[in-house]
C-alpha cells in the first residue's frame, strides 16, 4: 500500500484544520451578531465586534479560506435581515460582508502557516498595523456598497436631503462605530494575550 505524501498529508491536515476553526468563528460571529448594541430601523446595527472571529480566522488562514468563510456569514445574516430585492440584498449582505475577507492579505504566508498547527499561534505572525489597516479598507468596502445600496434602493426616504448625503448619513451612523469597536477590540486583544508580536520566532508546532 503506498503512502500519502508529506505534502498531501500536510495540505489535508490544514483543509480539516481550516474547516473546524471556520465553523467555530462563524458561529462566534453569528452569535455576536445577534446581540446588537443599536438597531437602525431600515436595517443596519452596532454589535459587540461581531466580525472579529472572522477577521482572526482570515488573518490564520488567508484570503482565499477568508472570503468562503466570509461569504457563508453573508448568507447567514439574511436570516431576519432587512432584503428587499436581489440586488439590493447583494449588496447589503453578500458583498458587504464577504469584503471582510480582505483581512486574509495581512496572514503569514502559506508554508509559514503550515508549519503552525496552532492557528492562535498563527498571530504572532501578523504585523498589527497592516491587520487594522486592511481590516479598516474591509469596512471602507463594506460601506461603500451600504451607501450604493441606499442611493439605489432607499432613496425615497431622503426627503429633501440629497440622496448621497443620506446614505452616507444612514449607513455611517452604525458602520462607523462598528468599525472602531472591531479595531479597538482587536488592538486590545492582541495586547492583552500577547498576539500580533513583531519579530517573535515560534518554532513549536
Not at 446595527?45 to 488562514?61: K, S
Request: proline fraction near 4%.
Amino acid at each position: 500500500m503506498s503512502k500519502s505524501s508529506p505534502r498531501m498529508s500536510s495540505s489535508n491536515k490544514e483543509r480539516i484544520l481550516c474547516i473546524v476553526t471556520g465553523g467555530i468563528c462563524l458561529a462566534l460571529s453569528f452569535v455576536l451578531s445577534q446581540i446588537k448594541i443599536f438597531e437602525m430601523p431600515m436595517g443596519g446595527t452596532i454589535t459587540p465586534a461581531a466580525t472579529l472571529p472572522l477577521i482572526l480566522f482570515c488573518l490564520c488562514f488567508g484570503p482565499i479560506w477568508g472570503f468562503v468563510v466570509c461569504f457563508v456569514f453573508s448568507l447567514l445574516q439574511l436570516i431576519g435581515g432587512y432584503l428587499l430585492f436581489p440586488m439590493q440584498v447583494v449588496l447589503d449582505y453578500i458583498l458587504a460582508y464577504t469584503c471582510v475577507g480582505i483581512a486574509g492579505f495581512a496572514a503569514p504566508a502559506l508554508d509559514i502557516r503550515q508549519a503552525i498547527s496552532s492557528p492562535i499561534k498563527r498571530l504572532h505572525k501578523v504585523n498589527l498595523i497592516k491587520a487594522s489597516l486592511l481590516v479598516l479598507a474591509g469596512f471602507v468596502l463594506r460601506f461603500a456598497c451600504s451607501v450604493i445600496s441606499g442611493v439605489i434602493f432607499y432613496a425615497e426616504y431622503a426627503g429633501e436631503m440629497n440622496v448621497w448625503v443620506y446614505s452616507i448619513t444612514y449607513n455611517g451612523s452604525f458602520m462607523l462605530p462598528e468599525a472602531v469597536i472591531t479595531i479597538a477590540v482587536l488592538c486590545i486583544f492582541s495586547g492583552a494575550i500577547g498576539l500580533f508580536s513583531k519579530n517573535k520566532s515560534i518554532t513549536s508546532k
